[in-house]
């Protein structure tokens, strides 16, 4: 009898253990319940969203009201009139921009500083002068490259110390790397405000506000670059017993060099046109030219110097692309078509 039990036993657990349909009912469930929450939140999200969205235009559409009430011209009644500056400074006379251009005499009889042209030559020798928009460009370039080598020269031993893999100890580091960071905090112009006010207006003031805002700049991207060398190098003569100075020039420097100096010339589009930037706050160069022509209404001289800002700017660009493919190669390029 104990023998017929035992083989109804066996036969129900494997019945209990085989059986397909024990937990068959509790999936789609649970599976309807995840959609279901899943579908809530989602929904919850939108709604807190569009939610936002309708505070923060109502918050701009108020704010934008009580500045127009607030402001004597009415900016949604002057809205209509926002270009009508461009019409001031189209030009009657085409001609008249490469007159300003090359500082050529006008013909006509009109007078007036809108139209004389020829009084801004700068004579050189003889005859031979160069117009006065070209020299203000020199100015202009002459302040973005004396910048940037005064930026490279002292971001260089900077990024050394401000490099996890290179600095000497860790308080110089921390003080050199808080110290790149304070010289890119501000922008170029409010430090040319700065020392505008202190050694008057003119280049001077220009160069120390780019001056300092590239060494800044260039120190981060910089340390950056010493911070992905190969140790190789400088394990190698680290174990001669090189010091600081001799693992920096031997085993860093040649493997840092090329991305320093492409860097730098990456650097020095920028400075063009910040020190164009700067000029209209009494930095010297066209820029400050720039400025007067457009708010006195000169058409013809304002077109010319934007003219002739442009064609500088896309040479320069160009110029400095084709010198930083050939020093690191156009294989660095390749990621950026």
Same mark, same amino acid.
């Given at each position: 009898?104990?023998? +017929?039990? $035992? ?9 209990? @253990? ?6 068959? *009912? ?5 599976? =309807? ?32 009201? $009580? ?12 809205? *209509? ?17 490469? =007159? ?30 160069? *117009? ?19 930026? $490279? ?8 110390? %401000?490099?996890?893999?290179?600095? *000497? ?6 003080? +050199?790397?808080?110290?790149?960071? @304070?010289?890119?905090a501000f922008p170029e112009i409010v430090i040319a405000g700065l020392f505008s006010a202190i050694l008057s207006i003119g280049p001077v003031a220009a160069i120390i506000a780019v001056s300092l805002h590239t060494i800044g700049a260039l120190g981060k991207l910089f340390y950056e670059v010493v911070e992905n060398i190969d140790m190789k190098p400088d394990e190698g003569i680290k174990a001669v ?6 693992? %920096? =020039? ?16 990456? =650097?020095?589009?920028?400075? %063009? ?42 040479? %320069? ?21």
């Amino acid at each position: 009898m104990q023998a +017929a039990l $035992f083989p109804a036993k066996k036969a129900d657990t494997f019945m209990t @253990l085989a059986d397909p349909t024990a937990h068959a *009912p509790t999936t789609p469930q649970s599976a =309807r319940e995840i959609g279901d929450a899943w579908s809530k939140m989602v929904a919850r999200r939108r709604f807190y969203t569009g939610l936002g969205l309708v505070i923060l235009f109502a918050a701009f559409v108020a704010s934008l009201r $009580f500045a127009d009430e607030s402001n004597a011209g009415h900016f949604f009644e002057r809205l *209509p009139h926002l270009f009508d500056f461009l019409s001031w400074l189209i030009p009657k006379d085409w001609n008249d921009v490469w =007159r300003a251009l090359f500082d050529i005499a006008s013909p006509t009889q009109r007078t007036g500083e809108e139209y004389n042209f020829a009084e801004g030559r700068v004579y050189v020798w003889g005859g031979f002068y160069i *117009p006065e928009y070209f020299e203000l460009m020199i100015i202009t370039i002459n302040v973005a490259l004396v910048s940037t080598i005064i930026g $490279f020269i002292f971001a260089v031993p900077l990024s050394f110390l %401000v490099a996890r893999n290179l600095a *000497p100890s860790n308080p110089p580091r921390i003080i +050199a790397k808080r110290l790149t960071e @304070l010289l890119r905090a501000f922008p170029e112009i409010v430090i040319a405000g700065l020392f505008s006010a202190i050694l008057s207006i003119g280049p001077v003031a220009a160069i120390i506000a780019v001056s300092l805002h590239t060494i800044g700049a260039l120190g981060k991207l910089f340390y950056e670059v010493v911070e992905n060398i190969d140790m190789k190098p400088d394990e190698g003569i680290k174990a001669v017993g090189a010091s600081w100075s001799e693992r %920096v =020039r031997f085993a860093a420097m040649p493997q840092v060099m090329p991305n320093f100096v492409s860097y730098a010339l990456l =650097r020095l589009e920028i400075n %063009v046109r910040a020190s164009t930037i700067i000029g209209a706050v009494g930095g010297g160069g066209i820029g400050e030219e720039l400025k007067l022509s457009i708010s006195r209404g000169f058409g013809a001289k304002t077109m010319a110097l934007v003219l002739l800002l442009f064609i500088t700017i896309v040479a %320069v660009d160009q110029f400095s692309a084709w010198l930083r493919r050939r020093l690191v190669g156009e294989h660095a390029f390749l990621l950026q078509h």
